[in-house]
């Protein structure tokens, strides 16, 4: 098992950055990569970014490209996701995700463990 904690959620004014963490512990050497997906109220559940944990390659969503940047510290068992340039359209709830699968993958199906999520509002 898993475990994944999410902080560093909050309000911000259109324009403003906000950094996401998200903190693992458990059997984590199991994880290949992590995700951040998010979901605004009435709205699926969407992949924004993810990041291996062996050599941090990258793969972002269009919408999120140029001003979020995911990041990783393997000695402190953390994923970040620094969020800049944030819009009122960026409001959602923002979940951790760890997958075993040997590829990068913007599925929800690929990610076996889920974090409770954080709550991001941009105000316009």
């Known amino acids: 098992q898993v475990q994944l904690v999410e902080s560093g959620g909050g309000l911000v004014q259109a324009g403003g950055s906000l950094r996401l963490s998200c903190a693992a512990s458990?059997?984590?050497?199991?994880?290949?990569?992590m995700g951040w997906f998010r979901q605004a109220p009435g709205k699926a559940r969407d992949f924004a970014a993810a990041i291996t944990l062996s050599d941090g390659s990258t793969y972002y969503a269009d919408s999120v490209r140029g001003r979020f940047t995911i990041s990783r510290d393997n000695a402190k068992k953390t994923v970040y996701l620094q969020m800049n340039s944030l819009k009122p359209e960026d409001t959602a709830l923002y979940y951790c995700?760890?997958?075993?699968?040997?590829?990068?993958?913007?599925?929800?199906?690929?990610?076996?463990?889920w974090g409770q999520g954080t709550q991001v509002t941009v105000s316009s």
């Open positions: 995700a760890a997958s075993s699968r040997p590829y990068l993958s913007r599925n929800m199906v690929d990610y076996d463990y």
């Open positions: 458990g059997r984590t050497f199991s994880s290949y990569a």
